[in-house]
């Protein structure tokens, strides 16, 4: 084995420095795991950098609360973790449902029951107690699903954050590294990248986000994305508007 | 067209006589106290700057103003941003070239919500 070879070795080769990738490769190095990642661009400079920043638990599918809980549970304590300000408050979350269509309230409050059963407590308002709660609220609003433990964090630094943190736990990360094509070769994968350097790992984890049908594609296992850009402003730092974010 | 270019040509030759006449003391960047407020519409401080270089490791303009904020005020960067790119360059021992500008967000320009549109 060669030198170079060695050092482009590694238990587990991370594909993407997202927020996904960043933090897989946090724990993998917590838990003992050689890890190298591949970041095409910047650390966090894509949808991981660039999204609203919301934390939420509230209204994801059902299935997906016991993993948003221990989510929740990790970004409680991020700052310590990571040695860095990822800026998380808890200023809470609010779902709403109009008069329009009043059938809504019950999928509210069913999925209230459920979410209580995984250990995500939701609080469910309407008439005055809501409106005597959440003001700015208007009148064609006919119930409201109140998660007091979501929030929000700051997304132009969170990824970065963990890769800073990955790193110094021993990680190697690597950004402006385009992997062109991966492949399996006896027992590791291979990643090839564009300006001809190879990594190779036993365990591949494609973190690529919107480019990962690319790479997964390249083991006949395509996952077929399709790319939106949300509107959003960032303003200068003022007082909070409205304190929780709304949904519906 | 010609004439145009001479007269570029006349204001680039008067450009670089200022410049060499009063040099720009790009060492100053250096050499300016971390408590030192840089942006001043986002209150980022010379110190701040440098930490995102030395601990974030920004290289760049535009990652600076990711981290840090700078330059991302009421100004945008109209004030701060080659004073926060020497700043950068001088901390990251890299060229002002490489350092970039910082990209030109909507709206362009502020503007009242009742700024009347022009008559068509």
Known sequence: MTASAAVNASDVLIVGGGLVGASAGF????????????????????????????VRRQGR?????????????????????LGADVEYLESGHVRVCYRGSPEHVGELEAYAQKAHETGLELELLSGDAMRWR?????????????????????????????????????????????VAAVEKNGEDFRALCDDGRVFRAPVLLIAAGAWGNLL???FHEPV??????????VTEPVPYGLKPAVGV | MAGLRRRLGRYGRFAEGLAA?????????????????????EAV???????????????????????????????????????????????????MRSVGRLR????????NIDTPEAPQ
């Open chain 1, 224 to 233: 077929p994305l399709l790319s939106r850009a949300p509107t959003m402003s």
């Open chain 2, 104 to 111: 030109g967000q909507a709206p362009v320009k502020p503007l």
């Open chain 1, 61 to 81: 599918p059902l299935h997906q609360l016991p993993l948003a809980n221990r989510a929740n549970a990790i970004w409680r304590q991020m700052n310590e973790l």
């Open chain 1, 27 to 54: 724990f993998l190095r917590r838990r003992g795991r050689s890890v190298t990642l591949l970041e095409s661009g910047l650390v966090g400079r894509q949808a991981s950098g660039t999204n609203f920043g919301n």
């Open chain 2, 21 to 41: 006449a009063f040099p720009w003391p790009a060492q100053q960047a250096s050499a300016l106290p971390n408590d030192a407020v840089v942006c001043r519409c």
């Open chain 1, 216 to 218: 997964s594609s390249q």
């Open chain 1, 134 to 178: 959440f003001a700015f609220l208007g009148p064609e609003v006919l119930a409201a699903s109140y998660s007091a433990c979501d929030g929000h964090a700051n997304p132009r630094v969170v990824a970065p954050a963990f890769a800073c943190a990955t790193v110094r736990g021993g990680a190697t990360v690597f950004e402006n590294a385009r």
């Open chain 2, 45 to 95: 401080t010379a110190g701040e700057l440098r930490r995102v270089v030395a601990e974030a490791g920004a290289r760049e303009a535009n990652r600076a103003k990711a981290f840090s904020r700078v330059g991302m005020g009421r100004c945008q960067g109209r004030n701060c941003g080659e004073a926060g790119a020497e700043i950068i360059a001088a901390a990251a021992r890299i060229p």
